[in-house]
């Protein structure tokens, strides 16, 4: 039997076989950044590890079919042993075929004297030479791939970035009251805590204002402080970017892309608020195509403007103002990011509005912001030596920034080039409004409480130092240690993940020291 023909064509097989191998990888994981890059944009630096190790690994691949091309080739004419005892032992473990066939091999090449002597040795120094060259070939770039996949794969350093910010507790522009806040109640030995016995939920309807791209009412859910004297203060929350519903579940954060345990943050907002006895609204935010299947059919997205989201918070608080149980005179606005943004412009159109609170809210322009975010995330990543990642956010920023650049020429209002049925006239008019924003909060006659985490870097702690300097009126402002934008502590994670208890407390008592109208 010869048995150096055998393993040659076995060699042919194993090579065409590494070949299809390294073909797939790269072919499933192009496919699957694709979709990451479709769906989930901001998120495509997160796959830069895997682009990276799928490279690495079709790279070896490629490299062990070489070798099994070069023992095929060599083992019937004097040479190819020493790459045919590198495919024998990288084949060792894989049980059982390749096992049986990497025993077989070494068998032929060093034990069996009839096939053994048919190698010259004199031949085994230019085949040495020819490894030595595929290495340098085929191991060159493996070496920096596999370094910045491993730099790729380092998670965002919360620690240096909270560094970066020195907290910040500021209460000097309040002014104080001379009776009960709004999370209290009027006893004989004074003002206490509003304690009720329970909290209870329902799901609700409220009438909008704007009834655009069919819209005429929203769906939310009100929560109830049960066992205390009505009428009660009212808190309305309103959301960030992006299409969210009613419970808000972890908010996008770009120095943690992907959260091992999800949070609804304006559930436990609104549940926090309504045990210390305020009536809460939340609602499904228009923008959340699966919460309003009807109205997203056949969507006209050329009629779409950012201003309507604040026409909805109004209109949930005139459905709040109707209740029975509150006090029409008492409701706060909670708006987060987006919305936070939004407060101020709500608390200044509505007497209504007792109070306004800024959840790390943004006052820059969507031009601004965007770029600005992108451009930080791309910093981050570099300065932890994550070339993969910063280079994938400067492909994501580059085309919004094509498509935001319209907007210096002459542009058609309805083009959607930013994709999600945004039209550019929609953004025109936003930072329009964004321009106004400082104006706005410093002539806000409401209080205000403004807040954000060290670790912050979707609104970054400038904007928060930006709302301190333009206020001129009753305001707080707070910058916590360890927080992110989804009011979680990136630096001490809890598990469960819980609001930030530093965050709950700043609400609690700047609730306390807005005074509730005499009854």
């Known amino acids: 039997m010869n048995h150096l023909k055998v393993i040659k064509y076995i060699d042919y097989l194993s090579a065409a076989v590494l070949i299809v191998g390294g073909l797939i990888t790269v072919g499933s994981t ?19 590890p895997v682009m990276g190790v799928t490279a690495a690994v079709a790279l070896l691949l490629f490299g062990m079919a070489m070798f099994a091309l070069m023992a095929a080739r060599g083992v019937e004419r004097g040479r190819g042993r020493v790459s045919q005892s590198i495919i024998a032992v990288l ?16 068998w032929a090449c060093w034990v069996n004297e009839e096939t053994k002597s048919q190698f010259d040795s004199e031949k085994t120094g230019r085949e040495l ?83 655009m791209m069919g819209f005429t009412q929203l769906n939310g859910t009100v929560y109830l402080p049960q066992g205390l004297e009505n009428p009660r203060p009212a808190a309305i929350l309103v959301h960030g970017s992006g299409s969210q519903d009613r419970h808000a579940v972890s908010p996008g954060e770009v120095v943690s892309p ?11 907002l609104a549940m926090e608020l309504a045990e210390q006895g305020l009536v809460v609204l939340t609602y499904d935010k228009r923008s959340c195509g699966r919460c309003y299947q009807d109205q ?24 709040l103002e109707a209740r029975d149980d509150v006090d029409g005179d008492a409701i706060v606005v ?21 109070a306004v609170v800024m959840l790390a809210g943004f006052v820059g322009t969507f031009r601004e912001g965007l770029t600005a975010q992108m451009e930080r995330v791309a910093d981050i990543r570099r300065k932890q030596w994550d070339y993969f ?131």
């Open 129 to 211: 030479g020819l490894i030595a060259l595929g290495l340098v070939v085929l191991g060159g770039p493996m070496v920096p791939i596999i370094g910045l996949s491993i730099t790729a794969a380092i998670p965002f350093d919360h620690e240096g970035l909270d560094a970066e910010w020195e907290p910040l507790s500021d209460r000097s522009q309040r002014v104080q009251i001379a009776g009960c806040g709004l999370n209290e109640v009027t006893t004989p030995a004074g003002c206490e805590p509003a304690r009720p016995t329970s909290v209870t939920t329902d799901d609700v309807s409220f009438a909008t204002r704007n009834q």
């Open 91 to 106: 084949s060792l473990v894989n049980l059982p075929l390749g096992t049986a066939f990497s025993l077989y091999s070494l």
């Open 30 to 48: 192009g496919a699957t950044v694709w979709v990451i890059a479709k769906a989930t944009p901001d998120a495509l630096f997160v796959a830069m």
């Open 334 to 354: 909670l708006g987060h990011s987006q919305g936070g943004g939004f407060g101020p412009h709500i608390g200044a159109a509505d007497d209504r509005v007792a």
């Open 258 to 268: 992907f959260y091992l345990t999800e949070l609804a943050i304006f559930d436990a």
């Open 296 to 319: 997203y059919i056949n969507p006209d997205f050329s009629v779409f403007r950012f201003q309507v989201f604040m026409e909805d918070a109004l209109a949930g608080i005139d459905w």
């Open 389 to 519: 990642g910063a280079w994938s956010v400067a492909l994501q920023t580059a085309g919004p920034e094509t498509c935001l650049a319209k907007l210096d020429t002459d542009y058609d209002p309805g083009d959607l080039c930013m994709g999600g049925g945004l039209p550019l006239q929609a953004i025109a008019e936003y930072d329009e409004l964004n321009e106004t924003n400082l104006d706005v909060i410093a002539n806000l006659d409401k209080p205000l409480c403004a807040l954000n985490g060290t670790v912050d870097r979707n609104v970054e702690p400038e904007q928060l130092m930006a709302i301190r300097e333009a206020s001129q009126g009753d305001a707080e402002f707070h910058l916590l240690p360890g927080v992110g934008h989804g009011l979680r502590n990136l630096v001490e994670p809890t598990d469960p993940p819980i609001i930030d208890p530093q965050v709950s407390e700043v609400i609690s008592t700047f609730l306390s020291s807005v005074e509730a109208p005499d009854p």
